[in-house]
């Protein structure tokens, strides 16, 4: 008797487990109806962007590294869950110095110039709130590294030469979908890049005060950019 009603308490406990399985799941909802929640899917897997700002580096310790100016460019990012994988290239018309390490000291500095540097680089995104949007708004934080191209300064007679550099740097901003295919951004990015300086900073002239002094300041120099960027995003399945 008492294995017939042991297992006709099996049979009953198992018909309610799909029930009180639901029960539970529908309890894990942290009280938000899915119409009314906060937090919606986002149901992209493929973005294409547009994308424009302005880079303020410092253009290292003698300004001669390209530095302020305006960046444009296009970025594909593949969305997996929380993460994000992006590739970019941005053209920045960006603004340096040319020295002339020959001359005095208050005629060191000979011009200021435009150089076009280009900027590729791919790499990865974090999201903050997964791979969904809280209130259309999905804040990301991620890093990147590639390679910065510098066109040719006929200008510039120094020795120093700003024409391939890997770069690297991080990123972090938000972006707002809207209920179409369409999303917009903001973000703050710091490419960083190293500067070589030539022996001419170093051993200028007879009589003249060296750019920079050996032993004391570096031969190289890593430089922050920080960049503001905006974008305009066609979000796809």
Known sequence: MSNYLGRRLLAAAVLMLPAATASLQGQSQVGHDPEHSPYHDL???????????????????????????????????LSLGAVELRLGVHDG????????????PDKQVADT???????????????????????????YVGASAGLATGSVVLEDNSGFTFSKRFMFGPHLGVRYYTRGSLGVWVEGWDPMWRLVYPLSFFQPSTGVTPLLVTGTDPAKEWVHN?????????TMR
């Open 93 to 104: 018309n960006l603004q340096r110095k040319v020295m002339d390490p020959t001359a005095p």
């Open 226 to 234: 920080p960049t503001l960027m905006v974008g305009f995003s066609l």
């Open 43 to 77: 149901r992209a897997t493929h973005q294409f962007t547009l994308s424009g700002g302005y880079l303020a580096g410092g253009g290292g310790r003698l300004a001669v590294g390209p530095r302020q100016g305006p960046l444009f460019g296009l970025r594909y990012s």
């Open 113 to 139: 110039v435009r150089q076009q540097v280009l900027i590729a680089d791919g790499g990865f995104s974090l999201r903050l709130t997964g791979a969904k949007t809280w209130h259309g708004f999905m804040p």
